[in-house]
């Protein structure tokens, strides 16, 4: 194991890690006092409170898990501090330049899937060096008209952990997607894209119009891991659709899966691994339907039942509730996950904590 620590003297550092804790009990134990303690299979930290002071002490399986602990401290305290607070890390790792978990990666095939979705593969350097069995990487692209003979600018890590990204005339793209498939062998990666008509830049355009050679970054992978249970129920709409497909067939064949998936009509249904159950738009406005709310409200949940899902914001909440209020399922029981948000664009914060929650 790599191992690094850091301070943070703040009135309210104890807080802040109290409130973070509290949010995510599912990750995090302690109590309101300290110590904190998140484990993840990449790592974990500790969090001590010493007076006015944060003791933080980080370890990692590997570069790559070190730099995710030491980002997901640093950046859920100052969203919880509501403070661009600077640490000090100490001990393995570096401590500053690129990200151990950063590719740049290139694209060498795209092709229509249905008349919704855009199927892009991409060679990415050293694939194997990345934890695979998370879902979600995030996707940078370099400004449109950037000249070809200008390489893109990409995030750096800074000394307190975070990740800085490039402002300006070199400002990225970025969304989060689902690694759909890997291909160890040939170091490829399938990315699939909801497309969607909009005037503005948008990840789902750039998939439709690149080329062979394209390049953009890749962050990850992350943010979710593999669900693991006796019995899986996932729901989601084709944002999620990615996800889904590749849960099915990675789960083991003693999982009983129910896949339940809103698309707009049967153009845009795919072969699956297993049966889903498919639910029909039929010309609404995606994210305006209750398909999904009402499919899950015909269902009982199970003690050896883990939720997976994932949809539009509003969807997404209303999922939520039924999951946590009528079928009181615990939070380590359940994901559910909001993918996009109608009229707003980029990325939704999965389980917004406040107002400022980003």
């Not at 060679?123 to 940078?140: K, M, S, T, W």
């Not at 750096?156 to 005339?169: E, I, K, N, W």
């Not at 160890?184 to 439709?208: I, M, Q, Y």
């Not at 209020?325 to 980029?346: F, Q």
Request: charged letters at 20%; one cysteine or more; glycine letters at 8%.
């Amino acid at each position: 194991m790599l191992h690094a620590n850091t301070q943070l003297d703040h009135p309210n550092g104890a807080v802040a890690m109290f409130r973070f804790a509290a949010d995510h009990p599912e990750y995090i134990t302690g109590t309101e006092t300290g110590p904190w303690r998140m484990r993840l299979p990449l790592g974990s930290f500790e969090v001590r409170q010493d007076g006015t002071v944060l003791l933080v002490e980080a370890e990692g399986v590997n570069p790559i898990g070190l730099s995710y602990m030491k980002l997901i401290f640093v950046d859920h305290i100052r969203e919880y501090l509501a403070e661009d607070v600077e640490l000090e890390w100490k001990g393995d790792g570096q401590t500053q330049g690129i990200p151990p978990f950063f590719r740049q990666v290139r694209v060498t095939a795209s092709r229509r899937l249905t008349p919704s979705m855009q199927r892009v593969t991409l060679a990415v350097p050293d694939l194997q060096g990345l934890p695979l069995d998370e879902l979600h990487v995030r996707l940078l692209l370099p400004p449109k008209h950037r000249p070809a003979n200008l390489p893109p600018v990409w995030p750096m890590l800074t000394a307190s952990g975070a990740l800085s990204f490039p402002t300006g005339a070199d400002a990225l793209l970025a969304r989060v997607y689902t690694i759909r498939h890997v291909d160890l062998a040939r170091s490829e990666v399938d990315v699939d894209f909801v497309l969607h008509p909009t005037k503005e830049a948008s990840a789902g355009g750039w998939a439709a119009t690149c080329r062979a050679g394209d390049v953009a970054g890749l962050l990850g992978p992350g943010g979710g891991a593999i669900p693991a249970a006796p019995r899986l129920l996932l729901l989601g709409d084709e944002t999620a659709l990615p996800a889904i497909a590749r849960i099915l067939e990675v789960a083991s064949p003693k999982t009983i899966c129910q896949a339940i998936i809103e698309v707009n009509g049967p153009e845009d249904e795919q072969v699956m691994a297993r049966p889903v159950e498919w639910l029909h738009r039929r010309g609404a406005a995606p994210g305006t339907t209750q398909l999904l709310v009402e499919a899950l409200a015909r269902r009982q949940p199970s003690e050896d039942l883990y939720l997976w899902a994932g949809c539009e914001f509003d969807g997404f909440r209303d999922i939520r509730r039924h999951v946590r209020s009528v079928w009181k399922m615990p939070r380590d029981r359940h994901m559910v996950t909001a993918y996009w948000r109608r009229g707003a664009a980029g990325e939704v914060p999965e389980e917004p904590h406040h107002s400022s929650a980003a």
